[in-house]
């Protein structure tokens, strides 16, 4: 493997010779394997207890108390995405600098209280900063997962459902008009954005196959247009992270300062230098984070946070001016957008908010059976024969934009009765305390491959089990639910998902 000679000599020209010559030499260097463990469905503890039975040599990444290196000995080379914990949502298989946008964003907020937030991830698949904010955020708020590829839309749900993700509203549209439709809407906003990807180079070595210099100021054009409406679509005092996996400044610091130059009264930089204990090797004068691959022996990347506030300018009739024009185009837009409201609520929304009655009656079902309380944040929804639930305050957004896929399916009536979804297991199952089984690491296996299991009556007793329906949990992981009848204990699980299970299971 050898870098393209085009691309050693432009940045020959960029940096001195000796760190050049050393950038050159990780780039050609193997990456590090990394994971992040996913808090909403494991702990740090029973991860280090996995990696230890499992000889797995693992060190803390430095910038993400969740996120961790891993060296695994010849004797154990099982793919990382094949085994329980991978599989099961407990961890996610994720290159450590990119963890550090994530970190980013609610930098300076550690202990905010997520309820009545609204968070956006603009360019989302294949979810690892998605599910890493929703970790985060503990179930609360609204977050918005953006993907404009048809073909990548599959890969993010997979993997939101996966890491219980809950609070969800699934988007599908070029990001640029998703937030012409949202404007002054995001508390916080991730762009992670389409870029040349020379950062991704330990990882793809092919993605400099065809690099050229201008590859670079083109896409930055589309990454101008991209980081001004996703400004746009901030409130006051939002947060804006912007981010790439690459490296020229083209792509990076002339993007931002297009931002602050485009709204010079507006956009204020956030500095990241000490956002972590050794930020400052990678920290740039501005306050941006310039990660080469030398620094800390990962994928390039660089990251930088914009505030979106309001400053005083010395030509105070001008400013005067320029709030009399912002105040009737958000009146506009008010305007605008509760018509918009009104006529998609109306026609388009195919979900109706469940009555004060029909709510107490899910709850108490969901108790009585699964010993169950659905969190505030949360909110009772009906499609036909569908109950579903939605984050608190979703018709703020479902009024302006058309989601793929909102919040979590819980059910369906039946005429036999009520049967609860995967979904609801995947989310929210760990949570349950009643008509729930232990099952040993062998029976994760034949349930994902779709086969039923038998119990005894003493087990069932153990457990104060009955007929019906009966959720698997296996060491704090919910695995499936399932109709018990007598002793054997029916699989439930769609058979589409089954075949996806199957695949990770023998990668």
Not at 95 to 104: F, Q, Y
Request: hydrophobic share 35%; with cysteine.
């Amino acid at each position: 493997m050898s870098l393209p000679q085009s691309f050693k000599d432009h940045y020959l020209k960029l940096l001195p010779k000796k760190e050049a010559e050393c950038f050159f030499e990780y780039c050609e260097k193997p990456l590090r394997k990394a994971v992040r463990v996913n808090l909403l469905k494991y702990s740090i503890d029973e991860f280090k207890k996995y990696a230890q039975k499992n000889n797995w040599e693992i060190d803390a990444v430095p910038w993400c108390n969740t996120g961790f290196f891993i060296n695994r000995t010849s004797e154990n080379r099982t793919a990382i995405g094949s085994t329980l914990p991978h599989v099961l949502g407990g961890i996610y298989v994720q290159e450590a600098s990119s963890m550090l946008p994530v970190l980013a964003l609610f930098y300076g907020h550690e202990n905010l209280d997520f309820s009545h937030k609204i968070i956006g991830d603009l360019a989302a698949s294949p979810g690892s900063k998605s599910t890493q904010i929703a970790d985060i955020m503990k179930g609360k708020g609204i977050l918005l997962t953006n993907e404009l590829s048809s073909s990548r839309l599959k890969a993010l749900y997979s993997n939101l459902e996966r890491c219980g993700v809950s609070q969800n509203i699934l988007t599908h549209y070029d990001a640029e008009n998703l937030c012409d439709c949202l404007p002054n809407t995001f508390d916080f906003l991730l762009l992670d954005a389409p870029c040349t990807g020379e950062g991704t180079v330990r990882k793809n070595f092919k993605a400099l196959d065809n690099w050229s210099k201008n590859d670079a100021i083109t896409m930055s054009h589309l990454q101008k247009k991209l980081i001004r409406s996703a400004f746009t679509a901030l409130k006051k005092g939002g947060e804006l992270v912007y981010s790439t996996c690459t490296l020229g400044k083209e792509e990076n610091s002339d993007v931002v300062q297009y931002l602050l130059d485009e709204f010079p009264n507006e956009a204020e930089i956030v500095s990241l230098q000490h956002l972590f204990p050794e930020s400052a090797k990678s920290a740039t004068d501005e306050g941006f984070l310039q990660i080469w691959p030398q620094i800390y022996d990962s994928e390039g990347f660089f990251v930088a946070k914009i505030r979106k506030i309001n400053k005083v300018s010395d030509n105070h009739s001008s400013d005067e001016n320029k709030k009399e024009s912002t105040q009737k185009s958000n009146q506009n837009n008010n305007k605008k957008n509760n018509q918009e409201k009104k006529n998609f609520e109306l026609k388009n929304f195919p979900f109706d908010k469940a009555t004060k009655k029909q709510e107490k009656e899910r709850n108490s079902y969901f108790f009585k059976h699964w010993g169950f309380i659905l969190s505030e944040n949360f909110q009772w929804w009906k499609r036909g024969k569908e109950w579903w639930v939605f984050p608190q305050e979703i018709e703020t957004l479902v009024s302006r934009i058309r989601g793929n896929r909102i919040g979590i399916k819980m059910g369906e009536l039946h005429r036999k009765g009520w049967k609860t979804t995967y979904e609801f297991c995947s989310s929210f199952g760990k949570l349950c305390t009643k008509n729930v089984i232990e099952i040993s690491e062998d029976d994760v296996v034949e349930v994902y491959k779709g086969n039923n299991l038998n119990f005894s009556n003493e087990q069932k007793e153990n457990y104060k089990i009955s007929d019906g329906e009966v959720l698997l949990h296996y060491k704090n992981f919910s695995v499936a639910i399932g109709k018990m009848q007598k002793n054997k204990w029916k699989n439930q699980i769609p058979r589409v998902l089954l075949r996806d299970l199957i695949k990770s299971l023998e990668k």
